[in-house]
C-alpha cells in the first residue's frame, strides 16, 4: 500500500496520510492479510513521464538500469516489504539485494516480456521501446528565467497531460496513448534561462493552453532548494 502525501484534490497531508495508512493496515491485518504502508511523497509527479507510453518506457528503462532514481526507489521500498511479507526474505536488506540483483541481472526484464507476451502484447517493445505509441510534436518548454525549481503542483502537471489527451475529461472520452510531458527538472534542480523545463508530446500543433498551464504550475524560487523527502513513513501496525 503507497499512500501519496502533497497537495492536489487526491492527495493528503501527512498526517492525514498517516491516519488513513494506519486505517488501511489495521483492517488488512485484522483479516489476515499481512498488510503494510509506504508513505510517499508526491508534491511533484513520480520520476519524470506523465502520459500511457511515456511511463511504460520510463518503467523499461528502470527495468534496463536507467530509470529516474525516485522511481527506482519507491519500486524497491515497496517491492522489498513484498519480499519479507511473503516469506522470500527474512529481513528488507535481504529482499533489497534479491531486487537489485534480478534488476542488474535483466532478470526482471525478461520477467516483464512474459508478462507482456502472456496478455497478447508485444514483448520486442521491451527491447525497442520506439515502437510504443509516438506523438507527431515534441516541443520542449524553455524556462522563461534562471533559478531552482522550488514547487511542482503535481495533480496540475497531470490535468496538463489530461488536456492533451493522455487521461480522460469525462467517462466518453478517447485516451490517446501516445500523448503526454516528460518533465526535464524536479524539485531543488536548478534551470537556466532558456533551459527546457519540460517537454511535450503532442499529437497537434496548438499547445498554447498546455505551455501556460506548466508554466503556472512549475515555480522557480532565486534560493536554493532542497529536494524533498521521498519516504515520509512506513506503517505496519
Known amino acids: 500500500l503507497d499512500v501519496k502525501v502533497g497537495e492536489g484534490a487526491f492527495m493528503k497531508t501527512l498526517e492525514e496520510a498517516e491516519e488513513l495508512a494506519r486505517a488501511m493496515v489495521n483492517i488488512g491485518n485484522r483479516v489476515g492479510r499481512k498488510t503494510m504502508a509506504i508513505l510517499s511523497d508526491m508534491s ?4 519524470y ?3 500511457n507510453a511515456l511511463e511504460v518506457k520510463e518503467a523499461i528503462d528502470l527495468l534496463k538500469g536507467e530509470g ?3 522511481l527506482k526507489e519507491i519500486c524497491l521500498a515497496l517491492g522489498s516489504q513484498m519480499v519479507v511479507l511473503s516469506g522470500k526474505a527474512q529481513s528488507l536488506k535481504e529482499a533489497r539485494t534479491m531486487l537489485e540483483e534480478a534488476l542488474t541481472t535483466r532478470k526482471a526484464l525478461e520477467l516483464f516480456k512474459t508478462f507482456v507476451a502472456s496478455q497478447g502484447g508485444n514483448p520486442s517493445i521491451v527491447e525497442d521501446p520506439s515502437l510504443l505509441p509516438q506523438a507527431t510534436y ?5 524556462a522563461l528565467e534562471s533559478g531552482y525549481v522550488e514547487k511542482i503542483i503535481a495533480n496540475e502537471i497531470g490535468v496538463a497531460a489530461m488536456l492533451l489527451g493522455a487521461g480522460r475529461a469525462t ?3 478517447e485516451i490517446d496513448l501516445s500523448v503526454g510531458i516528460v518533465l526535464r527538472k524536479k524539485i531543488g534542480d536548478y534551470v537556466g534561462k532558456g533551459e527546457p523545463l519540460a517537454t511535450i508530446h503532442s499529437n497537434r500543433a496548438n499547445i498554447e493552453e498546455i505551455k501556460k498551464k506548466i508554466y503556472s504550475n512549475i515555480i522557480l524560487s532565486n534560493e536554493k532548494v532542497e529536494a524533498p523527502q521521498l519516504i515520509k513513513g512506513i506503517i505496519t501496525e
Not at 511533484?44 to 520520476?47: A, N, V
Not at 515534441?138 to 524553455?142: E, G
Open 171 to 173: 467517462k466518453d472520452s
Open 49 to 51: 513521464a506523465v502520459g
Open 44 to 47: 511533484q509527479p513520480l520520476g
Open 68 to 70: 529516474p532514481e525516485d
Open 138 to 142: 515534441k516541443v520542449d518548454i524553455p
